[in-house]
């Protein structure tokens, strides 16, 4: 035998265990696809079976969501926090960063619990508005690169997480809402999820992490109940199942869904009052039965935020309860999103895990790390549980300065009567005469003139809009940045214009007077 011929009989007996290895890794209706050229009817890839009870597909979904979150979150901030709490804002970042620094010191730890946020290397804040972009910015680029991805590592989770909890921290009343810890809780999950370094969408040796799926089950079972429970003790309407009558109404920020929803029978909104308590009471406790209880918790979760957004504009709340929802359901249930190409992947890391093939394996440090958060998520939780039990239950509430385990609920009082803030400016110098003119302010999504259609913006959020509904049932003194809104209304100024739809003094004249009324 000449050389020649040997190196090709090496090179076929290092090739054939692979191909072995190729067709093993299929599932058993494959082999005849591969091996049998004369079967009638070959069985294709796209058939692959994948197994139930692995969740690498699974985190894929979850981490193209939250990051889809992520970069609303951020082009929300980007839009409108410098008119909020910028160098100008109606709310000033300098003035409560002072407050903060004044209280606690100079001592950095008291710092960062007083406000987790990078802000406080901004310092003396003579110039927030680009710090205030630049982490939008940062947000959007980072949060964007996920999504392509559909994969992240420690580091870039991390950072989402500590660049929205930047500006949550220093956000004032306008970050004073659930959805924003939620946000925060269910994002900072996904850093103990995916692999340290790697990029991979199905990274080998770092499988969907116990910690994720199980916080991400644990949270949708906390937000769930929370906001039942606080509904039964928050207001009678709510065991009348009459509540539906007057929400489609008074929501803050309806859309034009809310409409036609508000003139159905009152049997229907009995209805949905019913199943409101079906799907928040009862259905959480489906977390912890079989697969088949949980997928039925899944859908009907999923279900149920689909029609709140679609009922209103409840910024990207909805959107985001929907996230952890999606840990109810596995790989074999995610399948039919997936190409023939990923599927074949994920079935050759589950058979692998079958046989618990070191290949596969996380080792020892992440298994202790796991561990170590799954102690620590269950004592932050205790003041959470207790709080659900509690009559007096709070809602939207941390027990700790970085929100890492959280309490939630929506909606505990429902307002009867609809009431609304309106701005009105004149040219006038007598404001009380017979002939003064006065002209409205609009807002871009609250409402106000009456031969307007409701806005549809979900997820996207205006914030100004948002707390004008509080300020109708509140009095100014709990609401100081109106005066400073109206102030800037008898300026024209040109930012605070920017939150608003039509400034009718913008290009001429300010108004002598400017008015706030019901």
Same mark, same amino acid.
């Given at each position: ?53 692995? &969740? ?11 990051? #889809? !979150? ?63 972009? =630049? ?8 949060? =964007?690169?996920? $999504? ?11 950072? /989402? ?9 220093? =956000? ?11 946000? *925060? ?16 969408? /199905? ?17 949708? #079972?906390? %937000? ?5 429970? !606080? ?43 019913? =199943?409101?308590?079906? $799907?928040?009471?009862? /259905? ?17 979760? %999923? ?24 840990? &109810? ?14 599927? +074949?992947?994920?079935?050759? /890391?589950?058979? *692998?895990? +079958? ?16 561990? !170590? ?28 300065? #970085? ?37 409205? &302010? ?14 549809? !913006?979900?997820?996207?959020? &205006?914030? *100004? ?7 109708? #049932? ?16 008898? $300026? ?27």
């Amino acid at each position: 035998m000449n050389t020649r011929d040997e190196e090709t009989r090496l090179r076929r007996r290092k090739k054939q265990p692979e191909e072995e290895v190729a067709t093993e890794l299929l599932p058993p209706h494959h082999e005849g696809a591969i091996q049998d050229s004369g079967s009638e009817k070959p069985t294709t890839v796209d058939e692959v079976d994948l197994l139930p009870h692995t &969740y690498w597909l699974t985190r894929i979904v979850y981490l193209r969501f939250i990051a #889809f !979150i992520y970069f609303v979150a951020f082009l929300v901030a980007y839009h409108q926090n410098k008119q909020l709490i910028g160098d100008n804002g109606l709310l000033p970042l300098k003035l409560h960063m002072q407050h903060l620094a004044k209280t606690v010191g100079n001592d950095w730890w008291k710092r960062i619990q007083a406000a987790p946020t990078l802000l406080w290397l901004a310092q003396p804040w003579d110039e927030v508005n680009p710090w205030l972009d =630049g982490l939008a910015l940062s947000g959007l680029v980072t949060s =964007g690169v996920v $999504i392509l991805l559909g994969a992240a590592n420690v580091f870039i989770m991390l950072l /989402l997480w500590l660049l929205y909890h930047s500006l949550v921290a220093v =956000g004032q009343r306008w970050y004073g809402f659930g959805w924003e810890s939620q946000l *925060l809780e269910t994002g900072l999950l996904g850093v103990w999820g995916v692999p340290l370094l790697s990029l991979a969408a /199905l990274p080998q040796a770092t499988p969907s992490s116990p910690v994720l799926i199980w916080g991400l089950r644990w949270l949708i #079972f906390r %937000i769930m109940l929370g906001a039942g429970l !606080i509904k039964v003790r928050g207001d009678q309407c709510w065991m009348d199942l009459t509540c539906m009558n007057y929400h489609y109404q008074t929501q803050p920020v309806p859309n034009p869904m809310a409409y036609y929803l508000h003139k159905t029978p009152e049997w229907v909104h009995m209805t949905e009052t019913f =199943g409101n308590h079906i $799907i928040e009471l009862i /259905l959480p406790f489906f977390t912890f039965l079989p697969r088949a209880f949980r997928m039925t918790c899944g859908i009907g979760q %999923i279900a149920f935020q689909v029609i709140l957004i679609i009922s209103g504009n409840l910024s990207f709340l909805n959107w985001l309860t929907i996230v952890p929802s999606l840990a &109810y359901f596995d790989d074999r249930s995610f399948s039919f999103f997936f190409s023939k190409e990923t599927k +074949r992947k994920v079935y050759r /890391l589950q058979k *692998l895990e +079958r046989e618990s093939s070191p290949l596969v394996d996380e080792g020892l440090t992440r298994k202790c790390v796991n561990l !170590i958060l799954t102690l620590m998520i269950g004592y932050l939780s205790l003041p959470v549980v207790l709080n659900l039990l509690s009559s007096r239950q709070a809602m939207n509430t941390s027990f700790e300065p #970085f929100r890492i385990v959280n309490t939630y609920g929506a909606f505990g009082s429902v307002t009867k009567e609809r009431t609304e803030v309106i701005f009105e400016g004149t040219h006038s110098w007598d404001p009380d005469a017979a002939n003064a003119t006065w002209h409205e &302010y609009e807002f871009k999504c609250k409402p106000g003139r009456l031969d307007r259609v409701p806005c549809l !913006i979900s997820p996207y959020h &205006y914030r *100004l809009d948002w707390l004008m509904w509080f300020a109708a #049932f509140q009095r100014y003194e709990q609401n100081p940045w109106l005066i400073h809104l109206a102030g800037k209304f008898l $300026i024209n100024d040109q930012e605070a214009s920017t939150l608003i739809a039509h400034n009718p003094f913008l290009g001429q004249d300010p108004p002598k007077f400017s008015l706030s009324d019901l």
